[in-house]
């Protein structure tokens, strides 16, 4: 019996298995993932991580910009337990072995960041994520005890009257399915960019964790605000980092012109300073990006429309040292060198800011289940979260529902193995019928692509009432029609194909619930703007919305205050300073 069993090897999963062998090494924990822990999504993390730590800064200003940054809908409660402990996440880190940037004079190098009104995000260099992910892998390394699952594939949560067991596992090299018994599972999965067809997100961000929490009866928390990046590669979707605009990058329309000059990006003056512009909130950005569009003073290419990142003031020795790896994705995926050609550059699909609902310790409704990191909301993000705030809120909330995870191991007494055992055996036997060769279906692949599109058209940067009404039926149409997907592949080893389909149908639910939430908010607030609904609408939706599963498989979404503690809805202002 597993004490602790953490779905997920990114920064979130290790950081809570840490937490839980610091809190009592005499627990027995597993961390169980489908991919080699360092290839986790959050290795790809590039501009940085977000905590206090200027003589000119103060925990009261991050929570400020973190919770206007989210229009209101973060849980303040969650923003200040955040904020006062992210510094001290990322100086322990730093004794892990995290290479921070330095100034020339010793101290750690900040950057500033979208949204962020002084200059808190730790960097190094332009790699962050690689060198945090490797920091806690190596420090888990530490702990023989933590047992890893590997390239396992978790297809089912086991619960029963209301309380987890453990879960059912997919051995990837073999095709082994096992029953793994636990007394706590939390859930580190990541997001579930890949709903959409064009988002910066790695192949393997499907929302797992997210839909095995939803069919459980676990209710998932704002899903409808999707946060498009203004910067992806049009072909690949690849990020280019925020950084870029930091060091001092402009986005130019077809014309050759700093367009953002002409938008409101909720500055209190009608023309922002030059000077931030670029670094105005994400959600703000993508928009102004399609106005821009519509008015026709985008660049047309074979991979849609773009505008233009200019680096090239910058010159290549500051390139080289801030940015080094900007300019190597340029060069590989786009063949070209930001220090003498433009970047084309259009909004991509690259954060999620709902998940499954949580409390400050990353408890679910259901005992002994908690989840952390992107597959999470807690809610720290509201409607629109800031760049470099997503790290350090899987440190943060890793450790603490590692900790809360060991706390409840200790004081709970083993579940019953019988009844875990009995589910897990129908599972077993339902992966295996779906094993089993099925040539009449549609492809898998066609499927995920209908999805994706119909995601896109529907819950994209602005939507309306009647668009997200007909992707609903789309989408329960294709959830049916998934049930007999055509599947050719009946072996055991690297078995592709079933992966792909239970994460199709994984998708499938959670695309739902997109869509449901954003059809539900009749205002728009952050990452949500409705052309039908233009205003944001406090009196009714200053909530989180709340989604169940009902028993006919359906959405159902209902609403949630949102917790405030000491500032109340007011206006977005950014580039005060
Ligand atoms: C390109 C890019 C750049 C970014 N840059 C920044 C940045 O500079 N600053 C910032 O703050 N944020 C950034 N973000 C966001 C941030 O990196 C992520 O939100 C964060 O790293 C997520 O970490 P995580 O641990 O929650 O999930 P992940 O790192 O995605 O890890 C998920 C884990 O779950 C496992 N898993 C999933 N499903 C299953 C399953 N069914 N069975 C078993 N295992 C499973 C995977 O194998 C993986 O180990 C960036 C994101 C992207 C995509």
Known sequence: MIDVLIVGGGGAGLRAAVAVAETDPALK??????????RSHTVSAEGGAAAVIGLDDTLDEHCYDTISGGDWLCDQDAVEAFVAEAPAELIRLEHWGCPWSRERDGR???????????????YAADKTGFHLLHTLFQTTLKYQDILRYDEWFVTKLLVDDGRVHGVVAVELRTGRIETVHARTVILATGGCGRVFPFTTNAAIKTGDGMALAYREGA????MEFVQ????GLPFTGILITEAARAEGGWLLNKDGYRYLQDYDLGTPTPTPKLRSMELGPRDRLSQAFVHEQRKGRTVDTPHGPVVH???RHLGEGRIEARIPFVRELCRSYQNLDPATDLIPVRPVVHYMMGGVHTDLNGATPIAGLFAAGETA???????NRLGSNSLPEILVFGRRAGIAAAEFA????????AVAGAQGEDERRRLLRARERHEGGERIAGLRERMQHTLEEAAGIYRTGGVLAKAADTLADLRERAEYARVEDDSGPFNTELISLQELRGMLEIAQTIVACALNRQESRGAHQRTDHTARDDATYLA??????APDGTPSVGLLPVTITRWPPGERVYGRD
């Open 29 to 38: 924990v597993a961390v169980v993932s489908k991919v080699y822990p360092m």
């Open 228 to 231: 498009y990046h203004p910067t």
């Open 410 to 417: 200790r004081e709970h007494r083993e579940p019953q193995p």
């Open 377 to 383: 909301c807690v809610s720290i993000n509201g409607a």
């Open 219 to 222: 209710p998932l928390k704002d």
């Open 108 to 122: 750690v190098a900040v950057r500033p960041f979208g949204g962020m009104k002084k200059m808190r995000t730790w």
């Open 309 to 311: 990142l200019d680096l």
């Open 544 to 549: 989180h919305s709340l989604v169940h599963r």
